[in-house]
């Protein structure tokens, strides 16, 4: 199958400091791939040159053929190409609801002269919008608290938010930035189910950074392992299990325990 | 549109209208005229101001643009003979044009930073304006003509203001028209879309760019029509006072227009326009004060600020129990 994404040598570097040196990785359609790594391994980097927030001093990515590194995250975001963010980004004060109309800018078929004068296709983009705001709502089990502002949420509630968010744009691939940080078990199982829904009812290719090695190991297709900014492995949950420079690379750390 | 809403709305424009010129025809305080009709075309220039707020920016420059306004009116009509009427548009457009030069760079600045530069551009334009030949130097531009007719196909729509028995009231008339049909436009703004992505802007710029939101553009947007405001105010400063001079609008103009932001209340539309009635207004009113003026100004100022820290209109907020 032809890869969706493709991660070619992509470096950082930040004046004498490397974040990242020649990663390389493809990403199959319809996939849920992980990067995993220990702290402070480049993996945030990579995420931030997907996404256009960080352009990369040599590689490129490229995604369905056309290169995307070095866009900024508009256009990326544009091309169907989203990120959801490591601390929970939302829009503080404004409502569930309001924080996943608004995103939905990207569907705009209307001006914003035209939202101004209020046109049909203005009044009709409006309408869909709140029509596909509230079946993202509905699919990310959010109708109870449609209407609550968003800064009383609690935290789970922030980060299935900051997911509607990134449906609103309606995106082929989605970057979940550390999606179970800070969740107990049982809301790590939900969210690894969900996170399998993204893929299984909504096709989207899901890409995700994550700490929580029984939850990477449960949902994910595939894994790439970053260490000190290199890609040190490739391959399904068993290899990496495996894989002696992982173990290594991982020994000693707080996440030791890979894969139980 | 609710029925309180409509109501409300003609309350108001009977009051600005009507009422207003009826009570100062029998109170025989003609001087309240020229108050009122600055109180009008202040809010103009701090709606713009307000905008800026929106998109999470904080403006102490709009003083250069009703500056650079008023010049661009008073040139295009002491040399080039342009109808007032026409110079109000021009004046409003050179602005904002001028204005996406100036914040393309300064805008990727926030916080504390961008309002350091934007102070700095008042007093940047009072020198450019004792600098040019165009604008002549401290002596500035006097004599200024009234406004003239503007007639449509023959048809005048408004007469020439050197013929009527009261200027004075037909300054204050266009001022307020204006500062209404301003707050229409920026009610419009907040309620459509391009408001919702200011208000997505203030509070999270990177999201907002992750979900698709040019922001760069959006920005300068925002600035332009800001700018837009503020150089429509100084365009009419120059009719009523048919003078401009490089100290027209300082720094100190420039602190004002966002002290009548953040008194009217920075999520409230109508809160500059509040605002500008209430510290202007309340400026002359404490002039019976004299050598105290100053200091019952500011103490009730920080009073203010300490007991609404989000406005004068949160108190609506509070009793109607809504956000």
């Known amino acids: 199958m032809t890869p969706i994404l493709q991660v070619k040598g992509v470096t950082k570097r930040y004046g004498g400091l490397t974040a990242n040196n020649d990663i390389s990785f493809d990403v199959a359609p319809q996939e849920i791939l992980s990067v995993i790594g220990p702290n402070g391994a480049g993996k945030s980097t990579l995420f931030k040159q997907i996404a256009g927030f960080v352009t990369p001093t040599t590689g490129e990515v490229i995604y369905k053929g056309t290169k995307i590194s070095g866009l900024p995250p508009h256009k990326v975001a544009r091309l169907g190409v989203v990120r959801t963010f490591q601390e929970t980004t939302i829009f503080k004060s404004m409502t569930v609801r309001e924080n996943v109309i608004v995103s939905h800018h990207l569907r705009s078929k209307a001006s914003l002269l035209g939202f101004f004068l209020g046109t049909g296709q203005a009044k009709a983009d409006e309408a869909e919008f709140g029509k596909s705001a509230d079946d993202i709502i509905d699919f990310l089990g959010l109708q109870a608290i449609r209407n609550e502002t968003a800064s009383n949420l609690p935290q789970g509630h922030l980060r299935a938010l900051g997911m509607a968010i990134g449906l609103a744009t309606h995106p082929e691939i989605i970057l979940l930035d550390e999606p179970f940080a800070g969740m107990n078990h049982d809301e790590t199982m939900r969210m690894v189910a969900m996170v399998r829904r993204l893929r299984d009812e909504r096709g989207l290719t899901v890409l995700l950074v994550e700490h929580d090695m029984p939850a990477v190991m449960k949902i994910s297709d595939r894994i790439v392992c970053i260490n000190f900014g290199e890609k040190i492995a490739e391959g399904t949950p068993a290899e990496i299990q495996a894989n002696p420079r992982v173990i290594e690379a991982y020994l000693g750390s707080e996440d030791a325990a890979i894969g139980m | 549109m609710s029925m309180s809403r409509i109501l409300g709305i003609g309350t108001f424009l009977l009051a600005v209208f009507v009422l207003v010129p009826v009570i100062i025809g029998l109170s025989g305080r003609w001087?309240?005229?020229?108050?009122?009709?600055?109180?009008?075309?202040?809010?103009?220039?701090?709606?713009?101001?307000?905008?800026?707020?929106?998109?999470?920016?904080?403006?102490?420059?709009?003083?250069?643009?009703?500056?650079?306004?008023?010049?661009?009116?008073?040139?295009?009509?002491?040399?080039?003979?342009?109808?007032?009427?026409?110079?109000?548009?021009?004046?409003?457009?050179?602005?904002?044009?001028?204005?996406?030069?100036?914040g393309l760079p300064i805008l990727r600045l926030r916080g504390v930073y961008f309002a350091m530069v934007t102070l700095v551009l008042t007093e940047v334009a009072r020198l450019t304006a004792l600098a040019l030949p165009i604008t002549n130097g401290a002596k500035g531009i006097t004599?200024?003509?009234?406004?003239?007719?503007?007639?449509?196909?023959?048809?005048?729509?408004?007469?020439?203001?050197?013929?009527?028995?009261?200027?004075?009231?037909?300054?204050?008339?266009?001022?307020?028209?204006?500062?209404?049909?301003?707050?229409?436009?920026?009610?419009?703004?907040?309620?459509?879309?391009?408001?919702?992505?200011?208000?997505?802007?203030?509070?999270?710029?990177?999201?907002?760019?992750?979900?698709?939101?040019?922001?760069?553009?959006?920005?300068?947007?925002?600035?332009?029509?800001?700018?837009?405001?503020?150089?429509?105010?100084?365009?009419?400063?120059?009719?009523?006072?048919?003078?401009?001079?490089?100290?027209?609008?300082?720094?100190?103009?420039?602190?004002?227009?966002?002290?009548?932001?953040?008194?009217?209340?920075?999520?409230?539309?109508?809160?500059?326009?509040?605002?500008?009635?209430?510290?202007?207004?309340?400026?002359?009113?404490?002039?019976?004060?004299?050598?105290?003026?100053?200091?019952?100004?500011?103490?009730?100022?920080?009073?203010?600020?300490?007991?609404?820290?989000?406005?004068?209109?949160?108190?609506?907020?509070?009793?109607?129990?809504?956000?």
């Open chain 2, 31 to 102: 001087d309240f005229y020229y108050t009122l009709t600055s109180v009008a075309l202040l809010s103009v220039a701090a709606a713009g101001v307000w905008l800026t707020f929106y998109i999470g920016r904080i403006n102490i420059g709009q003083g250069a643009y009703a500056l650079m306004g008023g010049y661009v009116s008073a040139v295009l009509m002491t040399q080039y003979g342009v109808s007032f009427w026409l110079t109000l548009p021009l004046a409003g457009i050179f602005c904002a044009l001028v204005s996406v030069g100036i």
């Open chain 2, 143 to 323: 004599s200024i003509p009234l406004p003239g007719e503007l007639s449509i196909f023959g048809l005048t729509i408004i007469p020439d203001f050197a013929t009527l028995e009261n200027p004075k009231l037909a300054f204050y008339l266009m001022a307020a028209l204006l500062m209404v049909l301003t707050y229409l436009v920026l009610w419009r703004i907040v309620n459509s879309r391009l408001g919702h992505l200011c208000r997505s802007l203030q509070q999270n710029e990177e999201l907002s760019a992750s979900i698709g939101v040019n922001t760069a553009m959006l920005r300068v947007l925002a600035y332009a029509i800001s700018s837009f405001f503020g150089g429509l105010a100084g365009a009419i400063f120059v009719a009523i006072s048919q003078s401009i001079y490089p100290s027209s609008f300082v720094v100190q103009d420039s602190v004002n227009f966002m002290l009548y932001c953040f008194l009217g209340g920075l999520g409230y539309v109508f809160g500059p326009m509040l605002g500008t009635l209430l510290l202007y207004f309340g400026w002359d009113l404490l002039s019976i004060a004299r050598e105290y003026q100053l200091l019952i100004y500011s103490g009730a100022l920080i009073a203010l600020m300490l007991v609404l820290p989000n406005g004068v209109l949160s108190l609506l907020d509070k009793k109607e129990g809504r956000k």
